[in-house]
């Protein structure tokens, strides 16, 4: 599948893979279904990207680099709430936390997402897409985003590993990020020691997650 040309492009994808099982999807770009999602856990927004035409990979540039969007597939439960937190990015723990918002990866990656339900908690083949939202943060989300940024990196730069743990933040948390709970990498801590750590990531709560839902399902339709 080629690049959409543009933003509506891209939108006019999405929308079409509405009430689309997975299965049906993956038989159309040619991608096995897995019995379960256990030790796939990034298939389905693979295979959304095979499916939109996203080319971002996993390069550290966004998953459509010519339009400057991101893609986040999200898992409802039967209420039409998110049914878990969703993984922005690496939280850095070196010298790549010693910017300002403004050139944060993780802002980068939310100034534009195109969020993708999917409905059903059955075979991965079974669950459904629900309609997609485009989505920018308003004024309002950024600034509560922002201030999650700098209190969860000014604690990961001082090395409080040990202190940070999920409670932290009101839209974003910063938690264990790997594939293996074993993983480890090196930083320095409180005490300026190189010590061993579980990689952490950034997440978006799911009451954050929720309330983008929830005003896009609110919002006056087009004109």
């Known amino acids: 599948m080629h690049p959409p040309r543009d933003e ?3 939108l006019d994808r999405a929308r079409a893979l509405a009430d689309r099982t997975l299965g049906w999807i993956a038989a159309r770009v040619g991608v096995t279904v897995p019995p379960d999602l256990r030790k796939d856990k990034g298939w389905v927004g693979t295979l959304l990207e ?3 035409g ?3 990979g996993s390069a550290a540039q966004r998953d459509f680099p010519a339009l400057g969007i991101e893609l986040k597939s999200i898992p409802l439960n039967d209420a039409g709430q998110p049914r878990e937190s969703t993984f922005v990015c690496t ?6 936390l010693l910017v300002d918002w403004d050139q944060s990866w993780l802002r980068a990656k939310l100034t534009r997402v195109l969020w993708v339900p999917i ?3 059955g075979p991965p083949g079974e669950r459904q897409v629900g309609a997609a939202v485009l989505w920018s943060p308003s004024p309002a ?4 985003l922002q201030a999650d940024w700098e209190e969860l990196s000014d604690l990961l730069g001082l090395g409080h590993f040990d202190q940070l743990d999920a409670r932290w933040g009101q839209a974003l948390q910063v938690r264990p990020k ?3 709970s074993h993983a480890r990498t090196w930083a ?3 005490n300026a020691q190189w010590v061993q750590v579980n990689p952490r990531g950034f997440y978006l709560r799911k009451s954050f997650t929720h309330s983008v839902l929830t005003a896009a399902r609110n919002a006056p339709p087009p004109r």
């Open 8 to 10: 509506a492009a891209l």
């Open 50 to 52: 095979t499916a939109l």
């Open 54 to 56: 996203a080319t971002g």
């Open 91 to 96: 939280a850095p723990l070196g010298p790549e």
């Open 119 to 121: 409905h059903g908690t």
């Open 141 to 144: 989300q950024e600034a509560v």
């Open 178 to 180: 790997a594939a293996d």
């Open 188 to 190: 320095l801590d409180a």
